[in-house]
């Protein structure tokens, strides 16, 4: 819609994580250093958290985009509590059979695939999304397969991604065993005031342009309004170039992202003037 307007060969703040369009802040690039140094060193669980739209799936796909052949990746999306028995879940994520098979069979059928990776000079590495999820027994169950080794080889590597609840969940008492396997543990905050500028000039780069469209005081604006997390940054900027188009802008200023914020005040959906009567 506004793209050929402002020069961009694609849209610069889609909300879908796009490790194209990965903002390595300081705490982001010390948290993707964490996840290179725990898969490169073996590292049994290594857990990143971080709040809700803070980049925590865009950064964890940059690393699985650049993880090297020598690794076999199984990734599990879609977590809820009802998961207690992980072990059909995982099977599925590494493309093993798993459909009616009791869980001492399904157990053995996973060991005998971690071994046979292992034997083929190849590690295992499991992905868990979402994984604030994951119910006490859960996590249980995954520290049972992480007892799977070969001398002092690790055959299972298990990288977790979750929310602030999963750091919460994981400082329960009841959770202190499996929480001492954690070799690597992170958390990304929002983004500094700094660093907001920095980020939207960098996602309009990616999307080709280099030159400034937001003012700076659009974008203190954008960061007092967002408190730095980029997926709602992704969403104000994004609509802003919306209201920019219809006004036929060539910058977007701090009167077109004022009126955006009014506007979803007042008419957008969980607006706080729009309640029903």
């Known amino acids: 819609m506004y793209e050929a307007h402002y020069g ?10 796009d490790p194209d369009f990965l903002f390595l802040s300081a705490r982001h690039s010390m948290a993707y250093t964490m996840l290179e140094y725990g898969v490169q060193n073996r590292a049994g669980f290594s857990v990143i958290c971080g709040d809700i739209g803070c980049g925590k799936t865009t950064l964890l796909r940059h690393l699985i985009n650049n993880l090297g052949d ?10 809820h509590q009802d998961m207690d028995d992980l072990v059909s879940w995982i099977m599925m994520a590494f493309d093993q059979p798993y459909e009616d098979k009791s869980y001492l069979a399904l157990f053995d059928a996973f060991q005998q695939f971690l071994i046979k990776t292992y034997v083929t000079n190849k590690r295992a590495v499991l992905i868990i999304d979402e994984a604030q999820n994951l119910s006490p027994k859960a996590l249980e169950s995954l520290r049972m397969l992480s007892n799977i080794n070969a001398d002092k080889d690790q055959l299972l590597q298990v990288i977790l991604v979750g929310q602030p609840e999963l750091r919460n969940l994981l400082r329960r008492p009841d959770m202190k065993q499996f929480f001492q396997r954690v070799s690597v543990d992170y958390y990304i905050p929002p983004l500094k005031p700094a660093e907001v500028a920095k980020y ?3 996602r309009l780069h990616v999307a080709g342009r280099d030159e400034p469209l937001f003012t700076s005081a659009a974008a203190r604006l954008i960061c007092a309004q967002t408190q730095g997390v980029p997926r709602s940054i ?3 900027c994004d609509t802003a170039l919306v209201y920019g188009y219809s006004d036929g802008a060539q910058k977007i200023d701090v009167r077109i992202v004022r009126k955006v914020i009014k506007d979803k005040s007042e008419f957008g959906v969980l607006g706080t003037q729009n309640t029903a009567q």
């Open 200 to 202: 939207i000039q960098h």
């Open 234 to 236: 992704n969403i104000l």
């Open 70 to 79: 020598e690794l076999t990746v199984g990734i599990v999306y879609n977590t």
């Open 8 to 17: 961009f060969k694609e849209k610069p703040f889609t909300i879908q994580p």
